[in-house]
């Protein structure tokens, strides 16, 4: 790693530290990780090992490969190491692109139930490609960094009512995932809260995306990519004395809250009230399931009253499915045959198809084949989904509930409601749940040896010297996933 930058740290306060802009850079610039309760500490480490195994996934996926081969012959310069490519590598902002495209490769990664975004694919890939150019990072300050972006991405979402987000057609995560993969790059240039302020402001006015990226496109697996390189280039900048938006948050006049939020009352005191009360490190969600978040809680429905009734497809009438107005603009679009990867994992009647059929919706469930089969589209074509608008009332937290009823040729009806999908709410995934889910990801794309040891260094990372000693095991080839 080469030493490219000092840290900019002269302990200059935030412009206005009353406001929730200076106040969130403050709490950056004076955190440490002695400040950070220990559960918290923990669960990053366990959050960053699912977002590796995700990423080891994703890496050799044929859309992965496509972007790479792409990015490289674009941007062939460079020292920052691809994830799983045989020393492959490339600039620092290709490599966060790209990483976190491997992570979001397969929707297996995280994602923040009530402000959507995926937080490894834009923290980690941040991480590693500032760790490339700035020298010697220890473990610790590597560990720092990702709470810090854990911690400010959903707030900044939070402010934009999150799931609102998606029923307006932002895709939510590249618009306020800037932020994180900012924080946590800024971390490890060492920034102080006038730093952070630039850096909060220069992410802020590269943010963006579309949620119909979810539909035929390869673009949904490289949106938070986009951010990763944009908050990476915005804390770098910020380094270097390059001056951001002052206040972006608040600013009534093209400002970051009032643009994004337009017509939609966004709420700043979501930024920073809760800081360093409040872990939203701890609210990140761990997919059990290979499918976008809002569908989970209709699989876990579907995976319920297959155990519990004697099920065929073919004794199968109707199938209905209730969700609130988020999940129905992001999953109830009606399918239509033949239907891509990306499409299946977006869309509620596949996910359930799948879970009754399968008894599962993990890999398996998202190839060509699997997908453009014809037991599942017999049950797609019976699927209704339908928006709830009394689910748009409940509590922030219940908003992800879902309503499955099956209506069976003998014209019995069978249904089960599900508010807290497993992996949130009060069904977490646990941290031993979460080794076992990196374990099962990984067996079959890299060898038993490396797999412990990346295991091994993840989980003790605040015990490492140089972060190195991670980026060394990530870089040889990964096999991939699909055969």
Known sequence: MSASHRPRNTGAPASDPTGPTGRLASWLADTT??????????????????????????AQLPVSRTGVEAVTALDDAGSAMIIGW??????????????????????????????????????????????????????????LGAILGYETGPRVGLALHGLEMLSRGWHSGPVFGTHAAAAAAGALYGLDAAGFEDALGIAGTQSGGLMAAQFESMVKRMQHGFAARNGLTAAALAASGYVGIKRVF???????????????????????????????????????????GGLHA?????????RDLPLSV??????????????????GWQAVRPLEPIGAQMNLAYAVAAALIDGAVLIDQFTDERINRDDVWYLIDRTESRHEAAYDQL???????????????????????????????????SNTDIVAKYRDL??????????????????????????????????????????
């Open 250 to 292: 608040e600013r009534e006049y093209g400002g970051f809250l009032a643009t994004f939020g337009e017509g939609h009352s966004p709420d700043a005191r979501q930024i920073a009230d809760t800081l360093g009360s409040v872990w939203e490190t701890e609210r990140i969600a761990v997919k059990a399931y290979a499918a976008m």
């Open 395 to 429: 509590p922030h937290d219940e908003r992800l509930t879902t309503r499955l009823r099956l209506t069976l040729k003998d014209g019995s009806r069978h249904e089960t409601l599900v508010t807290h999908p497993r992996g949130t709410g009060d069904r977490p995934l």
């Open 314 to 331: 073919e004794n199968i009438e109707h199938i209905r499915i209730d969700v609130a107005e988020a999940a129905f603009h992001h999953g």
């Open 298 to 306: 209709a699989i876990d429905a579907a995976l319920k009253l297959r």
């Open 86 to 143: 045989d020393g492959r590598t490339t600039s620092a902002p290709s490599a966060a692109m790209l990483n976190s495209s491997f992570i979001q490769g397969f929707e297996l990664d995280d994602y923040h139930p009530l402000a959507p975004l995926h937080s490894n694919s834009l923290v980690l890939p941040a991480l590693l490609a500032a760790a490339s150019r700035i020298g010697t990072v220890s473990g610790s300050r590597f560990l």
């Open 33 to 58: 990780l002695d400040d950070i309760p220990a559960s918290v500490r923990e669960r990053a480490k366990h959050l960053l090992l699912d977002g590796v195994g995700c990423a080891l996934v994703g």
């Open 442 to 483: 990984t067996h079959a794309v890299i060898t038993p040896d490396r797999q412990a040891a990346i295991e091994h260094a993840v989980l003790g990372l605040d015990g490492l010297e140089d972060i190195t000693a991670l980026a060394d095991l990530l870089s040889p080839a990964a096999r991939p996933a699909l055969g």
